[in-house]
């Protein structure tokens, strides 16, 4: 995405094939991103040569054009769901300490020890010593559940508590929230004592016995009814072990119970008959839905982990064979659901099995659910991609627990059925758009469609002149199987079930709708786009207005070569409209999304429909297409020679463009590449590469294209941000760097390596723009390249590139060897092999890249690792000259041995302050290493004498060694500046 933003942002011209919804959405980020920048009459590019060779080259992407702007509008976004309060885990020490405060508000008669009663709370404030206290209780029946609450009024403090049976054994509890409650399973009828500890400042205490209470609330089978549970509200009360409802006894043994609570701060949790735990709301959640086990008749108890006081309302219902629900039959297509009924659930009946569709209406809130079997097992959900297949029966519809407020309807399709449907013809560009109404939430209007089986169809959603309705479209098979979602402006289906087919329009509660429906390989009713040639063209005028965001151009059968060429300019230049081209049976061909041009492959014997489409702007735009088969006419290129004489062209207007074709042998290997080192700012050129096929192989991204496996290639080039006025002239470079005999033999005569790589040094020109030769290698080898500062006529450099014989597949790096460029602005290069590459012969090569022409060189390698030999010491015996001035620039000669053009020079004073960063640069090294020219500025240096230090030797101060020159060089004053009289000229001091 950064290479692509680049690409539209800079040069203006970008995109790749994909599914209109998908490369909608790159262009509606594209629009977030880039906003609307531009200038007045062509697209905007950065000077050419920007690095960005990361990149890999995109099978759909083009060149140049405006900056990108909209998107196609994507359909409206569902309303939200209601916001969730935050669900934060409680500290326990709080919890328990504001239990401990509340419990003292509301403190029963102080005791601490005796009988309990049940479901009461009690408190001992005023204990002797921290205990245990004991206290007794006695139960009624055999088997049962005792709960227990404890809490330490220290508020900080945990108070703990042991049972023991009447015959004096220890009852085993279990503390599953790892809270003050337990939970105490017992086996005998009896009294039982419960000791207590705590802090010496207290606690509280109660109990309850969950399966023999007689203080249960009941809920009849009424409340628990799916089509209208009952909300129960009350307070568990501070220290207590909670509230407890009995439910009512139609819900049995593998009955699907729906549980919601709606503070997540109470817990609940449902018991069996004999007190066994069966399901929860644990982790905080609100919900649950759960199929019974264990015994009837079951218990929900409501409780606070803590002992702290807590507000709640819950509501129960049996999910599985639920009550009270609507019953919801097939409806024909066009049916406007009823609206009244609150019930969150309805019954579906099913007369004939096969896919159906269906869903609640939009209310006020956000309605979500799904749907059940009868016996409250998950049975399917719909996608925008398949509908539900159904068996004959009955099935629930359940919104989902905390989702049970307002009306709604339901709407429900057999997606095979035709009941409603009436025809549309497939010729939607000629005949005009399938227009109609609707009348209510909820509905469906159905169309039947006249395309065959195999073939794709455009749906192009274009809104009345009074707003009307946003459309969405759905195409079923005669069997009911979808084949498509259509959800944007503009989207393409392919029809791959079995005929005949309808398409199902789905828009907002009322409004008038206007669909065009048009097979993909039909031009009837499309204006015809001619072809042109390469060079000038102005291209052919289409608008787009408000209302009409889609025109349509024939290319018809016999008017269209087997590969083209796309690429647009705007009025407003503004990337806000694409290009896009699909076959008959809907596949896509090519599109221009994500900037103005593509490439092209087509099929002689076929027709096309092209589609400008746009984003929801008005504009005037001119469009051309020019064919890059083997029938083009383009001429060959000056050389194939690496190095050779480069091709010029000049561009003089935004739609301009040049090609160059030629035939080679699928085995050779060719770098490609152009460059426009004197554009003006902004502006540039982009380069494509296509095989003898039209299909496109590369497109430049920095750095050179490299391609392989063609018995020919046709080069395009386009002017990218042409502003109207100043020309842009573009050099390009064909080398055929390798054959199937091996390297280039113009490169395999001059040979180097990673530890042989003496100075060289020349004159690049466009008539010999590059230098090549072949590199030994070993695996994980490394050598530094320094080339001489100021031997270009401009701030920018040549570029060094290190390849392998492999990886001639477009202008991604080469994984096994490069060079990698270490400072902006300057020619200093780190080149390397990979430790899995081969041992080998690779290929180096010098072009002139951004710098302007004629460009002299000198340059020399380093080897860095692992070399058998070091780079010796260098050393410098004289400098001359031996002083100049604060705040100059002075060539200066340093004579010794060893030296080269990355040497690192430095300034050294007495007191160890060095020269600055970079403020000494080679120039020029004779071959034998014996003399070498710095540049050396004295800005940011005090006057004074200074030692010369060469690549930091170690050394002892004031004592001459190897790369240590005490004294080398002084820094005199600065000269004065000139004096300039009052309104005169400067005067010579």
Same mark, same amino acid.
């Given at each position: 995405?950064?290479?692509? @933003?680049?690409?539209?942002?800079?040069?203006?011209?970008?995109?790749?094939?994909?599914?209109?919804?998908?490369?909608?959405?790159?262009?509606?980020?594209?629009?977030?991103?880039?906003?609307?920048?531009?200038?007045?009459?062509?697209?905007?590019?950065?000077?050419?040569?920007?690095?960005?060779?990361?990149?890999?080259?995109?099978?759909?992407?083009?060149?140049?054009?405006?900056?990108?702007?909209?998107?196609?509008?994507?359909?409206?976004?569902?309303?939200?769901?209601?916001?969730?309060?935050?669900?934060?885990?409680?500290?326990?020490?709080?919890?328990?300490?504001?239990?401990?405060?509340?419990?003292?508000?509301?403190?029963?008669?102080?005791? %601490?020890?005796?009988?309990?009663?049940?479901?009461?709370?009690?408190?001992?404030?005023?204990?002797?010593?921290?205990?245990?206290?004991?206290?007794?209780?006695?139960?009624?029946?055999?088997?049962?559940? +005792?709960?227990?609450?404890?809490?330490?009024?220290?508020?900080?403090?945990?108070?703990?508590?042991?049972?023991?049976?009447?015959?004096?054994?220890?009852?085993?509890?279990?503390?599953?929230?790892?809270?003050?409650?337990?939970?105490?399973?017992?086996?005998?009828?009896?009294?039982?004592?419960?000791? +207590?500890?705590?802090?010496?400042?207290?606690?509280?205490?109660?109990?309850?016995?969950?399966?023999?209470?007689?203080?249960?609330?009941?809920?009849?089978?009424?409340?628990?009814?799916?089509?209208?549970?009952?909300?129960?509200?009350?307070?568990?009360?501070?220290?207590?072990?909670?509230?407890?409802?009995?439910?009512?006894?139609?819900?049995?043994?593998?009955?699907?119970?729906?549980?919601?609570?709606?503070?997540?701060?109470?817990?609940?949790?449902?018991?069996?008959?004999?007190?066994?735990?069966?399901?929860?709301?644990?982790?905080?959640?609100?919900? @649950?839905?759960?199929?019974?086990?264990?015994?009837?008749?079951?218990?929900?108890?409501?409780?606070?982990?803590?002992?702290?006081?807590?507000?709640?309302?819950?509501?129960?219902?049996?999910?599985?064979?639920?009550?009270?629900?609507?019953?919801?039959?097939?409806?024909?297509?066009?049916?406007?659901?009823?609206?009244?009924?609150?019930?969150?659930?309805?019954?579906?009946?099913?007369?004939?099995?096969?896919?159906?569709?269906?869903?609640?209406?939009?209310?006020?809130?956000?309605?979500?659910?799904?749907?059940?079997?009868?016996?409250?097992?998950?049975?399917?959900?719909?996608?925008?991609?398949?509908?539900?297949?159904?068996?004959?029966?009955?099935?629930?519809?359940?919104?989902?627990?905390?989702?049970?407020?307002?009306?709604? #309807?339901?709407?429900?399709?057999?997606?095979?059925?035709?009941?409603?449907?009436?025809?549309?013809?497939?010729?939607?560009?000629?005949?005009?758009?399938?227009?109609?109404?609707?009348?209510?939430?909820?509905?469906?209007?159905?169309?039947?469609?006249?395309?065959?089986?195999?073939?794709?169809?455009?749906?192009?959603?274009?809104?009345?002149?009074?707003?009307?309705?946003?459309?969405?479209?759905?195409?079923?098979?005669?069997?009911?199987?979808?084949? %498509?979602?259509?959800?944007?402006?503009?989207?393409?289906?392919?029809?791959?079930? $079995?005929?005949?087919?309808?398409?199902?329009?789905?828009?907002?509660?009322?409004?008038?709708?206007?669909?065009?429906?048009?097979?993909?390989?039909?031009?009837? #009713?499309?204006?015809?786009?001619?072809?042109?040639?390469?060079?000038?063209?102005?291209?052919?005028? +289409?608008?787009?207005?408000?209302?009409?965001?889609?025109?349509?151009?024939?290319?018809?059968?016999?008017?269209?070569?087997?590969?083209?060429?796309?690429?647009?300019?705007?009025?407003?230049?503004?990337?806000?409209?694409?290009?896009?081209?699909?076959?008959?049976?809907?596949?896509?061909?090519?599109?221009?999304?994500?900037?103005?041009?593509?490439?092209?492959?087509?099929?002689?014997?076929?027709?096309?429909?092209?589609?400008?489409?746009?984003?929801?702007?008005?504009?005037?735009?001119?469009?051309?297409?020019?064919?890059?088969?083997?029938?083009?006419?383009?001429?060959?290129?000056?050389?194939?020679?690496?190095?050779?004489?480069?091709?010029?062209?000049?561009?003089?207007?935004?739609?301009?463009?040049?090609?160059?074709?030629?035939?080679?042998?699928?085995?050779?290997?060719?770098?490609?590449?152009?460059?426009?080192?004197?554009?003006?700012?902004?502006?540039?050129?982009?380069?494509?590469?296509?095989?003898?096929? #039209?299909?496109?192989?590369?497109?430049?991204?920095?750095?050179?294209?490299?391609?392989?496996?063609?018995?020919?290639?046709?080069?395009? +080039?386009?002017?990218?941000?042409?502003?109207?006025?100043?020309?842009?002239?573009?050099?390009?470079?064909?080398?055929?760097?390798?054959?199937?005999?091996?390297?280039?033999?113009?490169?395999?005569?001059?040979?180097?390596?990673?530890?042989? @790589?003496?100075?060289?040094?020349?004159?690049?020109?466009?008539?010999?723009?590059?230098?090549?030769?072949?590199?030994?290698?070993?695996?994980?080898?490394?050598?530094?390249?320094?080339?001489?500062?100021?031997?270009?006529?401009?701030?920018?450099?040549?570029?060094?590139?290190?390849?392998?014989?492999?990886?001639?597949?477009?202008?991604?790096?080469?994984?096994?060897?490069? %060079?990698?460029?270490?400072?902006?602005?300057?020619?200093?290069?780190?080149?390397?092999?990979?430790?899995?590459?081969?041992?080998?012969?690779?290929?180096?090569?010098?072009?002139?890249?951004?710098?302007?022409?004629?460009?002299?060189?000198?340059?020399?390698?380093?080897?860095?690792?692992?070399?058998?030999?070091?780079?010796?010491?260098?050393?410098?015996?004289?400098?001359?000259?031996?002083?100049?001035?604060?705040?100059?620039?002075?060539?200066?000669?340093?004579?010794?041995?060893?030296?080269?053009?990355?040497?690192?020079?430095?300034?050294?004073?007495?007191?160890?302050?060095?020269?600055?960063?970079?403020?000494?640069?080679?120039?020029?090294?004779?071959?034998?290493?014996?003399?070498?020219?710095?540049?050396?500025?004295?800005?940011?240096?005090?006057?004074? $004498?200074?030692?010369?230090?060469?690549?930091?030797?170690?050394?002892?101060?004031?004592?001459?060694?190897?790369?240590?020159?005490?004294?080398?060089?002084?820094?005199?004053?600065?000269?004065?500046?000139?004096?300039?009289?009052?309104?005169?000229?400067?005067?010579?001091?």
């Amino acid at each position: 995405m950064l290479q692509l @933003f680049k690409d539209v942002r800079c040069r203006g011209r970008g995109g790749h094939q994909g599914v209109v919804a998908l490369v909608a959405l790159i262009i509606a980020v594209l629009a977030t991103l880039v906003g609307p920048a531009g200038v007045a009459t062509a697209a905007i590019a950065p000077k050419d040569g920007g690095q960005a060779a990361a990149a890999p080259s995109a099978p759909a992407a083009g060149p140049a054009g405006p900056t990108a702007e909209g998107a196609p509008k994507a359909p409206p976004a569902p309303k939200a769901p209601p916001a969730q309060p935050e669900r934060k885990q409680p500290d326990p020490k709080a919890a328990r300490a504001e239990a401990a405060r509340e419990i003292a508000r509301t403190a029963a008669a102080d005791t %601490c020890s005796g009988a309990l009663a049940p479901d009461t709370v009690h408190t001992c404030t005023k204990p002797e010593g921290t205990g245990p206290f004991r206290f007794t209780f006695s139960l009624t029946a055999a088997t049962d559940l +005792v709960l227990v609450q404890a809490v330490d009024l220290n508020g900080g403090g945990s108070a703990y508590t042991t049972l023991a049976g009447p015959d004096g054994s220890a009852v085993t509890c279990t503390n599953p929230q790892s809270s003050g409650e337990a939970l105490c399973p017992t086996n005998k009828a009896g009294a039982y004592t419960l000791d +207590v500890s705590s802090s010496s400042d207290g606690f509280s205490i109660s109990y309850r016995s969950l399966v023999s209470s007689a203080t249960c609330a009941t809920v009849p089978a009424s409340a628990a009814a799916l089509g209208a549970p009952k909300l129960f509200e009350a307070t568990v009360a501070a220290g207590s072990t909670g509230d407890c409802y009995r439910l009512p006894t139609n819900i049995v043994t593998g009955s699907v119970l729906r549980v919601h609570m709606t503070s997540y701060e109470a817990r609940g949790t449902v018991f069996d008959a004999s007190g066994k735990r069966v399901c929860s709301t644990d982790n905080s959640s609100q919900d @649950f839905d759960c199929k019974l086990t264990g015994t009837a008749p079951y218990t929900v108890l409501i409780s606070q982990d803590y002992g702290r006081s807590v507000a709640y309302g819950f509501t129960v219902a049996r999910l599985s064979y639920g009550a009270g629900c609507p019953v919801v039959d097939v409806q024909p297509y066009g049916t406007v659901p009823g609206a009244a009924s609150t019930a969150p659930c309805r019954t579906l009946r099913v007369t004939t099995a096969g896919p159906h569709s269906f869903g609640p209406t939009e209310a006020s809130s956000w309605i979500s659910g799904r749907l059940y079997r009868l016996n409250g097992t998950a049975a399917c959900t719909p996608t925008l991609l398949k509908p539900c297949d159904l068996a004959v029966g009955s099935y629930t519809w359940a919104r989902d627990a905390n989702n049970t407020t307002d009306a709604y #309807g339901f709407w429900f399709y057999a997606t095979s059925q035709s009941a409603g449907c009436t025809d549309v013809r497939d010729d939607g560009f000629a005949s005009g758009p399938a227009t109609g109404s609707f009348t209510g939430a909820g509905q469906r209007l159905c169309r039947t469609l006249p395309t065959a089986t195999g073939k794709g169809l455009y749906f192009y959603d274009n809104l009345p002149s009074d707003g009307g309705a946003d459309v969405s479209t759905t195409v079923y098979d005669a069997k009911g199987v979808q084949q %498509c979602e259509a959800t944007y402006d503009l989207d393409v289906c392919k029809l791959t079930g $079995t005929a005949p087919f309808r398409a199902v329009f789905n828009g907002p509660a009322t409004g008038g709708y206007r669909v065009t429906v048009h097979r993909t390989g039909s031009t009837a #009713g499309c204006t015809t786009w001619n072809s042109a040639t390469f060079g000038p063209s102005p291209g052919s005028r +289409v608008n787009l207005t408000a209302a009409t965001q889609v025109r349509c151009l024939a290319l018809a059968v016999g008017k269209h070569s087997t590969a083209e060429m796309i690429d647009y300019t705007n009025a407003s230049q503004r990337v806000n409209a694409s290009v896009q081209i699909y076959d008959d049976a809907g596949n896509p061909v090519c599109s221009t999304v994500g900037g103005t041009t593509t490439s092209c492959v087509l099929q002689a014997a076929s027709a096309y429909p092209a589609l400008l489409i746009g984003a929801g702007y008005a504009d005037s735009y001119r469009l051309v297409r020019r064919d890059i088969s083997q029938t083009a006419k383009c001429p060959a290129p000056k050389s194939l020679t690496v190095g050779g004489a480069s091709t010029g062209y000049t561009f003089t207007s935004a739609l301009d463009s040049t090609c160059v074709q030629f035939k080679t042998a699928a085995t050779d290997k060719l770098v490609i590449s152009k460059r426009t080192p004197e554009a003006a700012y902004r502006t540039g050129a982009v380069l494509v590469v296509v095989d003898a096929d #039209g299909k496109r192989v590369c497109r430049q991204w920095g750095y050179a294209c490299r391609v392989t496996g063609s018995t020919g290639y046709l080069v395009y +080039v386009l002017a990218s941000g042409y502003d109207g006025s100043t020309p842009i002239a573009a050099h390009i470079d064909t080398w055929r760097v390798a054959t199937a005999a091996g390297w280039a033999p113009e490169c395999t005569t001059k040979r180097i390596g990673a530890e042989n @790589f003496p100075v060289r040094g020349g004159t690049l020109t466009e008539d010999a723009a590059g230098y090549c030769a072949v590199a030994d290698m070993k695996p994980g080898q490394r050598f530094d390249l320094y080339g001489a500062d100021n031997s270009v006529a401009s701030s920018t450099n040549p570029n060094a590139e290190l390849m392998s014989p492999t990886s001639f597949t477009g202008t991604g790096l080469d994984p096994l060897a490069r %060079c990698d460029g270490r400072n902006i602005g300057d020619f200093d290069f780190s080149c390397w092999t990979s430790a899995d590459a081969p041992k080998g012969e690779y290929l180096f090569l010098l072009s002139a890249y951004t710098a302007a022409t004629p460009l002299k060189y000198q340059m020399q390698g380093v080897c860095d690792f692992p070399c058998a030999t070091p780079p010796k010491q260098a050393d410098a015996t004289s400098v001359t000259p031996a002083t100049s001035p604060a705040k100059t620039i002075t060539k200066v000669t340093l004579r010794g041995k060893n030296l080269t053009l990355g040497t690192a020079v430095v300034l050294r004073a007495d007191g160890g302050s060095t020269s600055p960063d970079r403020s000494i640069k080679a120039t020029a090294v004779n071959a034998a290493g014996t003399a070498l020219v710095v540049q050396l500025s004295t800005f940011g240096i005090e006057p004074g $004498t200074y030692d010369l230090v060469l690549d930091s030797p170690g050394y002892t101060w004031g004592v001459r060694s190897p790369g240590y020159l005490p004294g080398a060089y002084k820094v005199t004053a600065a000269p004065p500046p000139p004096r300039t009289p009052p309104g005169g000229h400067s005067l010579a001091n």
